[in-house]
């Protein structure tokens, strides 16, 4: 009898925990059904969102930033193309300089500099220093290749000027286009709007996980109240035996 009323205890403590088991799935399951609902309720005012007129010019700026950016690129490689004939003369320059056999005024070496790393950012004036620098040099040309030098930096120098205005132009169109962006409501919302779905998928997928434990927790409970049936079961019936005899 002892043994028969320790497993009914545990009969009844496991079927409080199944009861409990079964609750706690019940709240996973409607928690995850409301999560569920948020994201359509989210998914729809984006959707109406990305049908306004607002977002549909925000998609316009975009796209024209895009372009514009390729414009950009275009020109920056326009200038570094133009600046290739140049590019070993003035390194030559920068290290007779450095080697104290050519002089050059900090200014126009600071430029020099910036023309072999960023030469979209050179003054286009510095071409027309440098062409009067060189134009009595000899040491660091030979007459004939000096000639031949001049000439393509007075191309350059007037080419450039054309690249980094168009350059220019561009940058300042895209940066006013940015600053319409940034000054969008819309974008923000969707932002958020995109924030709260994510958040809600990522409670879903906590929540799938927990249901997951939890039905393999309630599986163990019920197989394990098979288990103590069976065992009192026996018990019964052994009492039963012994009664008979």
């Known amino acids: 009898f002892e ?4 497993v009914i205890q545990n009969i009844k403590e496991t079927n409080f925990q199944i009861d409990a088991e079964k ?49 950009v690129n275009k020109v920056v490689s326009d200038i570094d193309t133009l600046l ?5 003369p003035f390194l030559r320059l920068k290290q ?12 126009i070496k600071k430029e020099l500099l910036l023309c072999l790393s960023d030469p979209k950012s050179v003054s286009p004036e510095f071409f027309d220093k440098i062409r009067d620098l060189l134009k009595n040099d000899t040491v660091a040309f030979n007459p004939q290749k000096r000639d031949l030098i001049l000439e393509q930096i007075l191309y350059v120098g007037t080419k450039i000027r ?35 779905i994510s ?26 109240l098979s288990l103590k049936r069976n065992e009192l079961q026996e018990i019964i019936s052994t009492i039963d035996r012994r009664k008979r005899i």
């Open 84 to 88: 290739v004939p140049l590019k070993n």
């Open 199 to 224: 958040a809600l998928q990522d409670d879903i997928a906590s929540a799938e996980k927990k249901l997951e434990s939890s039905k393999r927790h309630f599986t163990s409970l019920e197989e394990g």
């Open 162 to 196: 054309d690249f980094q205005k168009e350059y220019q132009t561009s940058m300042s169109a895209i940066n006013a286009k940015k600053n319409e962006i940034s000054g969008m409501n819309t974008v923000m919302e969707a932002a958020n709007i995109s924030s709260r």
């Open 3 to 6: 043994n028969a009323q320790k």
């Open 96 to 107: 007779l300089n450095e080697d104290r056999k050519f002089d050059m005024v900090p200014e």
């Open 23 to 71: 609750k706690t799935m019940k709240d996973i399951h409607e928690r995850i059904d409301t999560c569920k609902k948020k994201i359509e309720l989210n998914q729809n005012s984006l959707t109406r969102l990305s049908e306004s007129q607002q977002w549909k010019n925000y998609l316009n700026y975009k796209n024209d930033i895009a372009d514009l950016d390729n414009k």
